[in-house]
C-alpha cells in the first residue's frame, strides 16, 4: 500500500511538473530575413550630407541582429513586449498612447520618444540619464515595468535557447556566443542605422525644393517670430543653437550636462521632476526632442500631455507656465515672467504646416527597420 502511494504521488508531481512546463512553453517564431542581408549604411542626405562618408561601426550583419532583437518579444521576462511594442515604425517609432504598456499590462512612468537619428546622441532619455546607446538599448529590458529582464544571465540564456540566434551571432561576432555585451551592441548598430533624412525640408535645404506658402511662412515664423529655434535649430531640430547662459545649470556649469535640455514651463510645480532628481536647479528640466517626424510622433511632451501640434502652439503661445527653472529663452528679459508669443490662428497653422515638411515618409516605410516577426 505505501510503495502504491508512492507510485501515485510521482505519478501526480510528474504530472504536475508537465502541465507546468507545458504552461511555460514559448512558441518559437523565426523572423523573416532576405537571404542576402539588407544594406545598412546609414542614407545620409538633406541636412545629415555632411555626414557622408563617416563610420559609425555599423556591419550589415551586426544590424541584422540588432533588427531582430529590436523586435523579439523573448527580450522580455513573459514574452509578450518587445522593443518595437513601444516604436512603432508606421509612426516614426513613437508610441500613440500618453504611455506605453509593458509586462503585466503595467504603464510606463513617461511617454516613449520616437526613435530616429541618435547616431551622435550623449544625452538619451527624457532626463538624459544614458550617456551612450550601449546603455540606452539595455535599460528597457532591464526595467521592472517595461520588460522585466533584470537578470541579463537569464536574457542569455533565454537568446541562447533561440534556435534562430546561433547563426545571427556568428555572422554578427564570428562565434555563436551569446554575451550581454554583444547583445548591447547589435542592438546599437541596428539603433544607429536608424537614419532618416530625405523629408520635404531637407530636399529644401539640400536641393532648394520649395516649400508651399503656408508652410514657407510657418518656417519664417519658426525661425523668427515663434523663436522655437532657440530650443530647435540643427539638422534634427533639437540643438539649442547659440544660447547659452553660463549661471543655469542646464545650459552651463552644474555636472556638465548638454545644453540641449529646458523647463518649457509645462507646471508650476513639477509631480515628474525630470533632471530634479540629479540637481533642484534641474527640476522640470527634460532633453529637448528632436521634431523630425514631429507629425507623427503624438502625443507630445514626457507625459504625452498634449494629443496635437495645435495644443504644443498653445502651450508656447500663451499657456507658459512660471516655474521655478523656467528656461530664460522663455521669461521676458524685463520682467522675468513667462513670455507670451502672440501668434495668431493663421501663424499657428503655419507654423504646423511647416513642422509636417519634417517627415520623411521613406523612413516609416524602410523595411531595414520593419520588423521581421510580422507576417
Partial sequence: MKQLLTLLSLCLLFAVISCQKDNFQTKIVYPDLPEVSYDYSPKWGGMHNHMEGQ???????????GRVLFYDRI???????????????SIGFADEAKLSTGIDHQLTD??????????????????????????????????????G?????????????????????????GSPEVTSDKIANA????????????SEMDRHQALGQTLSPLAQQGMDLFFGKGACYNCHSGPDFNDRGGF???????????FGWAQDIADIGLD????????????????????????????????????????????????????IQKSPNLDDVLKSWDTGD??????????????VAFLHTLTDDNYMLDERFSDPFSR
Fill in 110 to 147: 513617461r511617454n516613449a520618444p520616437p526613435i530616429s537619428n541618435l547616431y551622435d546622441d550623449d544625452l538619451l532619455f527624457w532626463d538624459g540619464r544614458s550617456t551612450s546607446i550601449d546603455d540606452l538599448v539595455l535599460e528597457p529590458v532591464r526595467n521592472h515595468k517595461e520588460m
Fill in 268 to 319: 508650476v510645480e513639477y509631480e515628474d521632476v525630470g533632471m530634479g532628481v540629479f540637481d533642484e536647479a534641474l527640476v522640470g528640466v527634460f532633453k529637448i526632442p528632436s521634431l523630425r517626424n514631429v507629425a507623427l510622433t503624438a502625443p507630445y511632451m514626457h507625459d504625452g500631455r498634449f494629443a496635437t501640434l495645435e495644443d504644443v502652439l498653445d502651450h508656447y503661445n500663451t499657456g
Fill in 338 to 351: 513667462a513670455i507670451t508669443l502672440g501668434l495668431t490662428d493663421n501663424e499657428k497653422s503655419a507654423i
Fill in 187 to 198: 542592438m546599437t548598430q541596428f539603433v544607429k542605422s536608424m537614419i532618416g533624412c530625405d
Fill in 55 to 65: 563610420d559609425l561601426g555599423i556591419t550589415d550583419a551586426g544590424a541584422t541582429l
Fill in 75 to 89: 527580450l522580455s521576462i513573459d514574452n509578450t513586449v518587445s522593443c518595437g511594442s513601444c516604436h512603432s515604425q
Fill in 244 to 254: 547659452f547662459d553660463p549661471f543655469f545649470p542646464p545650459n552651463g556649469g552644474g
Fill in 149 to 173: 529582464m533584470e537578470n541579463m544571465e537569464f536574457l542569455v540564456a533565454k537568446i541562447e535557447a533561440a534556435p534562430y540566434y546561433g547563426d545571427l551571432f556568428t555572422k554578427a561576432f
